[in-house]
């Protein structure tokens, strides 16, 4: 292909990335190092409101914004430098637990504690989801003909479900006397309650977004299969390999490129991951980095918003997706290049 | 058959509808609202209705669409349904209009009482007002031989004879999830144990002796509630009694009326209401008193203006509130308090009062950290000074980034 044609093709899908990924990114990474702030004032405010009979009166001095010529709130913006990062990432305090010993009390502070979580979630449900897919994968790849159909049906509808909606269903099924905790209930004749503790509803949103991802990787994984050498598996069974050896020694390095495909989608969705602690309306107890982030700027009822530390805290989670993907692209790189000659 | 139906029902909700109070006018003007959406507002908006070209958006998320949406020039909504939570931001930024005028014009039905009054000027008009008191379940009280109990002393020593009894799942009920109605809680809770937020340069006050009172307070309703309280909004505190799974709790007057819902309820008749208990000897009851009104936004034509003042005004008349005299404890003429609104108008009338929610910019600020901070000390991961400590540095660097401290 030559360049024009190669650039007519790319081109939009190029301009769409710069609107709308890098200048936004760009914009992100300016306010991470600003601070917006109206101009306030301090004002003596009688406001009287009502009882159920009478209204009573107060007056208090209120600190509110100014209002400039235009209409509009007056707003200052300044330069602070790396303060927005320091107030999300509280370094002092973690030296202090590190001097101190008491390395719990890191996991108090937000990031810390999101941080703990978001990496554990990513981790612990990488291998699983691969797994799971592959075990899919095989199963129905063994399958007869005719139920293939069906179960591939089956199989691929938990990625289906838009997954605020999963994780809700989730959360219904297992809140208060919901059906399955009722059901685990009379099994074990003791008062369960998943929502009452973190380790449970960590494991529950485990389970949940294994449950919702393996069948991403179960299709990757089955086209995959569909073009594993036959003649090299033929040989390995004259060779004498059982079904172990030629899954290790065949079938695996031959996804070996599908799997690190898989793990870097993997590990770009999940450190992002924000649907189970609003689903599961966990935020008592386990918090993310994205949720904090969502969390900063959210605004409250008196309509503040943390934008510049909501910034320092988006960068923090790019930073560390960025981290997370170095090792899978690095094999990518070397795979790419080993093949190039 | 299906289709049959929904035509019926259609066709009945409609008649419904124009059976009673159709319009004394004909609305010309195009008017649309943003409010909330619980029951109350749905009636004053189908009465608006009635009038013609009016559209209403009955939103639970309108808090957040609200500032934004008056700040457009023109506005994208006439009206606005506020609490005193939510009038904030429409008053910092002057995207609502004073009302004297309209008042004089159209106002000749309203209480003295219902004119909120921002330094003289007329700013909203109240139609309800709403508190969290307390509801009990009269039938497991006096089998029990329980006297209504009045401070959270007495609450917790009835929940713990209720819990003995074992005739309930939980003896408590609470609005605990983290966030919001978690920090509302501690919000009803200190000034009821005498203590203040704030200091008069805009610091916390929260790390006092009432501040750690309060959430000792917070803690002891642990051993009664359900172990799943931190994700516990209203609405499943609604549902706890309306399945008769618990036999107290500090709700929102608004959630009245769905006990005696018999579509929904298997308590009908059988939760009473009393006024919030207090914290301390003597105190006011540990609550807040809360307002829901509606506001003109600023940057629309006096005409649209003065259309929409007067529709609103035919959606809080006496007829509104007579068809729908349980769903709001309303301020309007032609109410009649019933045992439902007992709870609510013992709370407001008590001496001391409770305060009402003292909306403001730092108060916001509060509000939200609270909800951030609070829930470590419940799950037992921070004693109560280590959380207070928590709260005030959380809220100062929030208050520095919002300009309210320097």
């Known amino acids: 292909m030559n360049f024009k044609t190669f650039f007519a093709f790319v081109a939009p899908s190029v301009f769409m990335m710069i609107l709308f990924i890098a200048l936004p990114l760009v914009s992100v990474f300016i306010q991470s190092f600003q601070i917006t702030q109206p101009v306030m004032q301090q004002v003596e405010v009688e406001t009287c409101t009502p009882g159920f009979v009478t209204q009573t009166c107060v007056t208090e001095q209120k600190t509110v914004p100014v209002i400039g010529d235009d209409g509009k709130i007056q707003t200052t913006t300044e330069w602070v430098g790396l303060r927005s990062y320091r107030s999300v990432l509280q370094m002092d305090k973690v030296w202090e637990a590190v001097s101190s010993g008491r390395l719990r009390d890191i996991l108090q502070i937000d990031f810390w504690k999101a941080l703990r979580f978001t990496l554990m979630f990513t981790l612990i449900t990488l291998p699983l989801v691969i797994g799971v897919g592959l075990l899919i994968a095989l199963t129905v790849n063994n399958a007869s003909r005719r139920v293939r159909g069906p179960i591939i049906f089956v199989s691929l509808l938990p990625f289906i479900i838009t997954p605020v909606i999963g994780s809700l269903s989730i959360y219904w099924l297992f809140v208060g006397d919901g059906i399955l905790t009722a059901m685990m209930e009379r099994w074990s004749g003791t008062n369960i309650s998943m929502?009452?503790?973190?380790?449970?509803?960590?494991?529950?949103?485990?389970?949940?977004?294994?449950?919702?991802?393996?069948?991403?990787?179960?299709?990757?994984?089955?086209?995959?299969?569909?073009?594993?050498?036959?003649?090299?598996?033929?040989?390995?069974?004259?060779?004498?390999?059982?079904?172990?050896?030629?899954?290790?020694?065949?079938?695996?390095?031959?996804?070996?490129?599908?799997?690190?495909?898989?793990?870097?989608?993997?590990?770009?969705?999940c450190y992002r991951v924000f649907d189970e602690i609003i689903g599961f309306r966990s935020q008592a107890h386990v918090i993310s980095l994205q949720w904090l982030t969502v969390d900063f700027l959210t605004p409250d009822d008196a309509g503040n918003r943390a934008i510049a530390r909501a910034s320092a805290s988006a960068m923090l989670t790019m930073i560390g997706i960025v981290l997370l993907l170095i090792l899978p692209l690095r094999r990518t790189w070397r795979d790419h290049k080993g093949s190039a000659h | 058959m299906m289709l049959k139906k929904l035509v019926l029902a259609g066709a009945i909700s409609l008649m419904g509808s124009t059976?009673?109070?159709?319009?004394?006018?004909?609305?010309?003007?195009?008017?649309?609202?943003?409010?909330?959406?619980?029951?109350?507002?749905?009636?004053?908006?189908?009465?608006?209705?009635?009038?013609?070209?009016?559209?209403?958006?009955?939103?639970?998320?309108?808090?957040?669409?609200?500032?934004?949406?008056?700040?457009?020039?023109?506005?994208?909504y006439h009206l606005g349904g506020v609490s005193n939570g939510t009038i904030t931001p429409l008053l910092n930024a002057e995207t609502i209009r004073p009302l004297d005028d309209l008042v004089a014009k159209y106002g000749q039905n309203l209480k003295p009482n219902q004119l909120i009054k921002i330094d003289g000027k007329i700013m909203a008009v109240a139609m309800m007002v709403n508190t969290q008191h307390l509801m009990y379940r009269s039938d497991i009280l006096?089998?029990?031989?329980?006297?209504?109990?009045?401070?959270?002393?007495?609450?917790?020593?009835?929940?713990?004879?209720?819990?003995?009894?074992?005739?309930?799942?939980?003896?408590?009920?609470?609005?605990?999830?983290?966030?919001?109605?978690?920090?509302?809680?501690?919000v009803n809770l200190l000034p009821g144990h005498g203590g203040a937020f704030f200091n008069d340069d805009n610091t916390s006050a929260v790390n006092s002796d009432a501040g750690v009172a309060a959430l000792e307070t917070m803690k002891a309703a642990l051993a009664f509630t359900d172990p799943e309280v931190l994700v516990s909004d209203s609405t499943y505190v609604q549902q706890q009694f309306q399945q008769g799974k618990i036999a107290m709790a500090n709700l929102w007057a608004s959630r009245a009326g769905a006990m005696n819902d018999e579509a929904e309820s298997q308590v009908v008749g059988k939760v009473a209401m009393a006024a919030a208990p207090t914290a301390m000897e003597g105190g006011a009851p540990a609550t807040t008193l809360w307002w829901d009104g509606i506001v003109v936004a600023a940057n629309i034509t006096d005409e649209e203006a003065d259309a929409a003042f007067r529709l609103a005004m035919e959606g809080l008349d006496k007829e509104t509130v007579m068809a729908n005299n349980d769903a709001a404890i309303w301020l309007i003429e032609g109410f009649t308090p019933g045992p439902l609104s007992e709870g609510a108008i013992a709370t407001a009338t008590a001496n001391p009062a409770p305060p009402p929610y003292p909306s403001t910019t730092r108060m916001g600020l509060m509000h939200t950290v609270l909800g951030n901070e609070i829930p470590a000390f419940l799950t037992g991961e921070r004693d109560a000074v280590a959380t207070l400590a928590a709260i005030d540095e959380a809220y100062t660097t929030a208050a520095k980034e919002a300009g309210v401290l320097k």
């Open chain 2, 19 to 76: 059976a009673f109070a159709a319009c004394s006018y004909e609305n010309t003007t195009e008017i649309k609202m943003l409010s909330a959406g619980f029951e109350a507002w749905k009636a004053v908006t189908d009465s608006m209705a009635e009038c013609g070209n009016f559209q209403a958006e009955l939103d639970q998320e309108f808090r957040t669409k609200q500032p934004a949406a008056f700040e457009a020039n023109p506005s994208l």
């Open chain 2, 142 to 186: 006096s089998d029990l031989g329980i006297a209504v109990p009045t401070s959270w002393d007495e609450v917790y020593a009835a929940a713990g004879k209720i819990k003995e009894a074992g005739v309930v799942d939980y003896p408590l009920g609470a609005t605990m999830k983290s966030g919001w109605n978690l920090a509302q809680e501690y």
């Open chain 1, 195 to 269: 929502f009452a503790q973190a380790w449970t509803i960590e494991l529950l949103m485990y389970f949940y977004r294994v449950w919702h991802v393996a069948p991403f990787a179960f299709v990757i994984f089955y086209a995959g299969l569909q073009t594993v050498n036959m003649d090299t598996l033929e040989s390995a069974v004259i060779d004498g390999a059982n079904r172990w050896e030629r899954l290790r020694h065949v079938i695996i390095p031959h996804l070996m490129p599908l799997i690190v495909f898989i793990a870097l989608i993997h590990l770009m969705d």
